[in-house]
C-alpha cells in the first residue's frame, strides 16, 4: 500500500487561529479523503480532495471552515480555520488504493489537534 | 443513505478466548466491508476485508463472515492475545460511494 505522511503529527493551538495540515503520498493516487476523529469517536468524512478542482464537502462541513488543496495526484492540504475547542479532533488524511480490487483506504498517521 | 452499526460497543474477554463483533449495514447496495483496528495513539489499520460475493474470509486468527440477507457481518478473532486490544471499526460502501464506518468496537484482552 501506498505510504501516507502527515504533518504536523500533533499540535496545540490557541482559540481562533488556523492549521493546515499536510499529506504526502509516495505514489500517485487518484482519490485522497479527509477524515476527522474525535476523541472516542468513529471516523467522520470530512471531504474528498479532488485534483485540480474544488474538494466535495460532506454534511455539515463547509469550505470556509475546512478549506481543502490538492495541487497535483500525491499531495494535499487541509486548513482547519478559526479553531474553537471543538476542533480538538484528530486529522486523517487517507488514500485509495486503486490498484487493488475493491479499492480500498488506507490512513495516514493522523494529526493531533489540540485547541485551547 | 447507508447506516452501519456495531455491537457491543465495549468487549473483554480472557487471553485464549474468542472474540466477536457484529455489523449491520442499511444499504443493499452496499457491496465492500473493510475492518480497520486502531491502537491507541495510532491510525485505523486494515485488518481484514470481504466483498458481498463471498460469504467467509479467513486470515490466521482473524475472519469476517457477510450475511447479505440479513444485511450483517461480523469479525471473529480466536485465540486472543494481549495485542489484540485495541478498537475495531467496520465500514461498508457501495460502487462509487464513500465509506460509511461503524462507531467502534473497544476489546480488552485480560491476562
Known amino acids: 500500500s501506498a505510504v501516507i505522511s502527515q504533518k504536523p503529527s500533533r499540535d496545540i493551538c490557541q482559540r481562533g487561529t488556523s492549521l493546515t495540515i499536510q499529506c504526502q503520498v509516495d505514489s500517485q493516487v487518484t482519490m485522497m479523503f479527509w477524515y476527522r476523529q474525535q476523541p472516542g469517536q468513529s471516523l467522520t468524512l470530512i471531504a474528498t480532495?479532488?485534483?485540480?478542482?474544488?474538494?466535495?464537502?460532506e454534511s455539515g462541513f463547509v469550505i470556509d471552515k475546512f478549506p481543502i488543496s490538492r495541487p497535483n495526484l500525491t499531495f494535499s492540504t487541509l486548513t482547519v480555520s478559526n479553531m474553537s475547542p471543538e476542533d480538538s479532533s484528530i486529522y486523517l488524511c487517507?488514500?485509495?488504493?486503486?490498484?487493488?480490487?475493491?479499492?480500498?483506504?488506507?490512513f495516514g498517521e493522523g494529526s493531533w489537534l489540540t485547541v485551547v | 443513505g447507508e447506516n452501519v452499526e456495531q455491537h457491543p460497543s465495549t468487549l473483554s474477554v480472557q487471553e485464549g478466548d474468542s472474540a466477536v463483533i457484529k455489523c449491520t449495514y442499511s444499504?443493499?447496495?452496499?457491496?465492500?466491508f473493510p475492518w480497520y483496528k486502531q491502537e491507541l495513539g495510532k491510525r485505523p489499520q486494515l485488518i481484514i476485508d470481504i466483498r458481498s460475493n463471498v460469504g467467509e474470509k479467513k486470515d490466521q486468527r482473524i475472519a469476517v463472515t457477510l450475511n447479505k440477507t440479513a444485511k450483517h457481518f461480523s469479525l471473529h478473532i480466536t485465540e486472543t492475545q494481549p495485542e489484540d486490544s485495541a478498537v475495531y471499526f467496520c465500514?461498508?460502501?457501495?460502487?462509487?460511494?464513500?465509506?460509511?464506518f461503524g462507531p467502534g468496537t473497544r476489546l480488552s484482552v485480560l491476562p
Open positions: 444499504d443493499s447496495a452496499s457491496n465492500y
Open positions: 465500514a461498508a460502501r457501495g460502487y462509487g460511494q464513500n465509506f460509511v
Open positions: 487517507s488514500v485509495e488504493d486503486d490498484k487493488q480490487i475493491g479499492n480500498t483506504i488506507y
Open positions: 480532495a479532488n485534483q485540480g478542482s474544488e474538494a466535495t464537502y
